[in-house]
């Protein structure tokens, strides 16, 4: 109860209103570690296209890590600053101004997430298939196929539930994080709102659910000695599949690393400042990316490593040449187009590259399509953000209660 107690003082009295805009939350490195994790998501699934095409293995080691870790990241890096954003307001205001809160989210990632999602039904099915005997063959067949509940859950924001459900859209598989992502955002400034003096409670409470439910389903599912009707367990495993899908309780790890962050800012700083810190944070992000974990026991120990990762980021004060670091600025706010957009870049790219005539079992062919993969997506990202997203992003300052750097 005195850690509960204890945020009160630290983010419960409000301020006055001419404070709410005057300083801006941005915390060094966060935002181009946007980018570092969409670009681990692009090169995992640069190689999981290729063996999907039937032109190599399925990849194995840190290729397939670092793809599922790339998410990983993003949403405790996403918990992390929401959180943060929503503690902030509740210490300047003394509530969350829930309404406009919705239509900030609303702008940042609604308007290319629909606008991929009618482009993904409607680009021509020979767009997607390389080679005549590869899957991606079978993916653009099925595009079409259980068409209305499938947009349905996609217009919804469930597109996780979907690719459960039915086949899935090629060049819109990846909308299944942004799909958790709205999900989590949904209910999270109801209960910060809810909980405003308290969301050590919330942070906690949501976690423990979401561990517990899993669990329960899970027994169910493995318990041969419960007597369930075939439809029964169909719909209790379409379920668990769902809760397992909805990764917040790695939002919520980065949503306590924010509330201590907040409460106890100084010991934060200092302890993350330590080289013993440094030196075993190095020792968990070698194990964190050993293996490909599953599991929320696996997972959350690896979320609060991640979680503990971009705390030190916070406070590291290596400054690298200004262009670079304008540069890795720059596709960190771009990083929402890389990561929709790049499968799209990643079937044109080996569509170009295999046209070329180059042997695929060639370390040419890999440095092509590595290249043309990431030259593509961030070009594709670099025409999304500077000729359609912009011109929704201008209107979240209309709906700002707590000035941010955050996408």
């Not at 980018?35 to 290729?50: N, S, Y």
């Not at 996609?154 to 994080?177: D, H, K, R, T």
Request: proline content about 5%; overall charge positive; aromatic content about 14%.
């Amino acid at each position: 109860m005195q850690a509960v107690d204890a945020i009160t003082p630290a983010i419960g009295a409000p301020e006055s209103r001419a404070e709410t805009f005057s300083a801006p939350i941005h915390f060094p490195w966060l935002t181009e570690m946007r980018f570092f994790t969409a670009f681990a998501v692009l090169i995992h699934h640069v190689e999981t296209t290729r063996n999907v095409m039937g032109l190599g293995p399925y990849p194995q080691g840190l290729i397939q890590v670092i793809g599922p870790n790339g998410v990983r990241v993003f949403f405790v890096l996403s918990g992390f600053l929401i959180t943060h954003l929503l503690l902030s307001e509740v210490k300047r205001t003394g509530t969350v101004a829930v309404k406009k809160f919705y239509i900030r989210r609303a702008l940042r990632i609604w308007p290319l997430y629909y606008a991929l999602l009618a482009v993904s039904f409607l680009i021509p099915s020979a767009f997607f298939v390389v080679k005549a005997d590869s899957q991606m063959t079978l993916w653009a067949t099925a595009q079409m196929q259980d068409f209305w509940p499938k947009i349905t859950l996609f217009c919804c924001m469930l597109p996780n539930l979907a690719i459960f459900l039915y086949q899935p859209v090629a060049g819109f598989a990846q909308a299944w994080s942004i799909g958790v992502e709205e999900q989590f955002y949904f209910i999270w400034p109801v209960l910060m709102k809810k909980f405003a003096k308290s969301p050590l409670k919330a942070l906690l409470g949501v976690l423990v659910t979401k561990v517990a439910l899993f669990e329960i389903l899970l027994c169910i599912l493995k318990t041969r000695r419960i007597y369930l009707l075939p439809d029964t367990r169909a719909v209790l495993g379409h379920l668990f599949n769902f809760v397992n899908s909805c990764q917040i309780e790695a939002m919520v790890i980065g949503g306590l690393a924010a509330y201590l962050f907040m409460v106890k800012p100084q010991f934060v700083r200092k302890t993350v400042r330590k080289k013993a810190f440094v030196a075993l944070l190095a020792v968990a992000l070698c194990w964190a990316n050993s293996a490909h974990f599953i599991q929320p026991q696996q997972l959350i120990p690896v979320d609060c490593i991640f979680a503990a990762f971009l705390v030190w980021l916070t406070n590291l004060n290596t400054k690298p040449p200004v262009t670079v670091r304008g540069l890795l600025t720059y596709l960190g706010k771009i990083s929402y187009g890389i990561y929709m957009l790049h499968p799209l870049a990643i079937y044109l790219s080996y569509k170009i590259v295999c046209s070329t005539g180059i042997d695929t079992t060639t370390a040419a062919f890999t440095v092509a399509i590595w290249s043309a993969s990431i030259f593509t997506s961030i070009a594709f990202a670099v025409g999304s953000y500077e000729l359609y997203e912009k011109r929704f992003l201008k209107l979240k300052s209309n709906f700002a209660v707590v000035a941010s750097s955050a996408g």
